[in-house]
Every structure is written in structure tokens, then in C-alpha cells.
């Protein structure tokens, strides 16, 4: 059974960075898709970023580019989000989701889900 488990998150100030780590474990990921999504109070789940497995292939939310970089290590079944300049419109709970195939930005498209980790940016 595919787990997955996100930790990193936090306070931090407006401009500051942080980096969430997700621990994948369960399966090989050959041919899947590792995501953050994130939920801020009172809004849906967002698609952030994602990255293929096998390609490394990345793809972001316009609002993160520049500023947000998703990366993985394939040895460790860890996927990371590294986030720089952050602002208070970042405040989420950030969720690791995954998938097989090709990249989707839709929660609706993900099979499986971590337990989420909160990151609150003060202005």
C-alpha cells in the first residue's frame, strides 16, 4: 500500500524559504507522478507542482514559478518542495498526492495522499 508522508512545514516570515519533504514508500514509482497540492482556510486544493518519477519532468502553478522547485531523489522515494520568497498568500496546508502516468492538476486525479503539513507565512 502506497504511503506518504510530508514533514517541513511551519512559521515562517514573508521572504523567508522552507523545504517539505515527502517519504514515499509502499511500491517502486517507475511511471508515477509525485504532486503538492496545498489548501489555504476556506479554499479548494490547489495544484502546486509536480514531477514525473522516471523523467524528472516539472510543471508549476504560474503563481510559484521563480519561487517554488520540486525535485526528487529516486534512491531515497523522496520528492521535495523547496519554497523561496515566501509570502502570507502561501499559507496552506501542503499535501505530497500521487499518481501513475502523466501529470494531471487536479486533486480528483490522485490516488493517493499524505496527512498534509501546515506552512503560515507572517506578513
Known amino acids: 500500500q502506497v504511503q506518504l508522508v510530508e514533514s517541513g512545514g511551519g512559521l515562517v516570515q514573508a521572504g523567508d524559504s522552507l523545504t517539505l519533504t515527502c517519504i514515499a514508500s509502499g511500491r517502486t514509482f517507475s511511471g508515477y507522478v509525485l504532486a503538492w497540492f496545498r489548501q489555504a482556510p476556506g479554499k479548494e486544493r490547489e495544484f502546486v507542482a509536480a514531477i514525473t518519477w522516471s523523467s524528472g519532468t516539472t510543471s508549476y502553478l504560474d503563481s510559484v514559478k521563480g519561487r517554488f522547485t520540486i525535485s526528487r531523489d529516486n534512491a531515497k522515494n523522496t520528492v521535495y518542495l523547496e519554497m523561496n520568497s515566501l509570502k502570507p498568500d502561501d499559507t496552506a496546508v501542503y499535501y505530497c498526492?500521487?499518481?501513475?502516468?502523466?501529470?494531471?492538476?487536479?486533486?480528483?486525479?490522485?490516488?493517493?495522499w499524505g496527512q498534509g503539513t501546515q506552512v503560515t507565512v507572517s506578513s
Open positions: 498526492a500521487a499518481r501513475q502516468s502523466y501529470v494531471r492538476r487536479s486533486q480528483d486525479d490522485y490516488n493517493y
